[in-house]
């Protein structure tokens, strides 16, 4: 199979973009650091290549013919594409990490985990970011080399773990729910007659033989939230996933014998001795992110 090479180059396409926003081929000279004969050579070697007029000159400023409005904006996307191309190529020669893996537990506020990834990005750090949600799983369901980072609960094996914040955990049914109707703090026995969101493989119902009854099983916490302002069923959720039921009365908090229950949030590396500049800065913007929450 012969292989046909372009008879245009991506850089007299930057250079036609260059002229059109500068409005002038001596401005983009100024801008490309170039002489103004050569954005001109580079223009002139571009349209005789295509064979059409992609500019032409309105007074003394460069305006696109239709056929180069048409071109260019095609041409925009590659040339912005190359530009990522050759900026991690630049990352791969210092040592820096093009991309950076982070999961964290559905357990932890989102808004928080994307305000910290939208502050390293204010830094003008450079780097493409994989993000996942994982549901109530432990580091030990979590294979170390499929992440650089993890936002997840503290348990032994968190290596390298930095504390983040403890999530309190609230059991919280519709407002017009029996278990409202009891006058004393509820007990696992009580709590067990009705049924309860069950999220994933774990939470109160997988970890209490106590309940036994037809629970709802979901797999995710949204999905829970939304069952229980349903009034289909009870269940103890991150207070901030249902504060503004909460407000509205939407929701109340079930009393019930052990109220308090707080989950530690943490930060852990999957190799910290391997992790490069972009994870370590992303790793303080996040810790940032949650000390100002």
Same mark, same amino acid.
């Given at each position: 199979?012969?292989? $046909? @090479?372009?008879? *245009?180059?991506?850089?007299?396409?930057? %250079? &036609?973009?260059?002229? %059109?926003?500068? !409005?002038?081929?001596?401005?983009?000279?100024?801008?490309?650091?170039?002489?103004?004969?050569?954005?001109?050579?580079?223009?002139?070697?571009?349209q005789e290549r295509l064979g059409v007029d992609l500019l032409r000159l309105d007074?003394?400023?460069? +305006?696109? *013919?239709?056929? !180069?409005?048409h071109l260019l904006a095609e041409a925009t996307s590659l040339i912005e594409e190359m530009s990522r191309l050759e900026e991690r190529g630049r990352m791969f020669a210092s040592g820096r990490e093009a991309r950076v893996r982070l999961t964290y537990d559905s357990i932890a506020p989102r808004a928080i985990i994307f305000k910290g990834l939208s502050a390293f990005r204010q830094t003008g750090a450079s780097a493409e970011i994989f993000v996942t949600e994982q549901v109530r799983q432990s580091l030990e369901d979590i294979a170390p080399e499929t992440y650089d980072l =993890?936002? *997840?609960?503290?348990?032994?094996?968190?290596?390298?773990?930095?504390?983040?914040?403890?999530?309190? @955990?609230?059991?919280?049914?519709? %407002?017009? #729910?029996? @278990?409202?109707?009891?006058?004393?703090?509820?007990?696992?026995?009580l709590l067990s007659r009705h049924p309860i969101a069950i999220v994933a493989n774990t939470g109160d119902a997988a970890s209490g033989s106590a309940f036994k009854g037809e629970h709802v099983h979901v797999n995710t916490l949204e999905a829970a939230r939304e069952a229980v302002r349903s009034g289909l069923c009870h269940a103890r959720l991150p207070r901030h996933l249902v504060a503004d039921d909460l407000a509205s009365g939407c929701l109340r908090e +079930?009393? %019930?014998?052990?109220? /308090?229950?707080? +989950?530690? &949030?943490?930060?852990t590396f999957g190799n910290? $001795?391997?992790? !490069?500049?972009? /994870? #370590?800065?992303?790793?303080? /913007? &996040? $810790?940032? =992110?949650?000390? /100002?929450?």
């Open positions: 199979m012969m292989f $046909k @090479l372009p008879s *245009t180059e991506l850089q007299q396409w930057a %250079v &036609l973009r260059a002229a %059109v926003q500068a !409005g002038s081929f001596a401005k983009a000279a100024q801008q490309l650091n170039r002489s103004q004969s050569s954005v001109s050579y580079a223009i002139a070697r571009l007074g003394r400023r460069a +305006v696109l *013919t239709p056929a !180069g409005e =993890a936002v *997840t609960f503290w348990d032994n094996r968190s290596q390298y773990a930095f504390f983040l914040q403890n999530i309190e @955990l609230v059991a919280v049914a519709r %407002v017009d #729910h029996p @278990l409202h109707a009891y006058r004393m703090p509820l007990t696992d026995t +079930v009393e %019930v014998a052990n109220r /308090t229950r707080l +989950v530690p &949030l943490v930060l910290e $001795k391997m992790a !490069g500049p972009m /994870t #370590h800065l992303i790793a303080q /913007t &996040l $810790k940032a =992110a949650f000390e /100002t929450a």
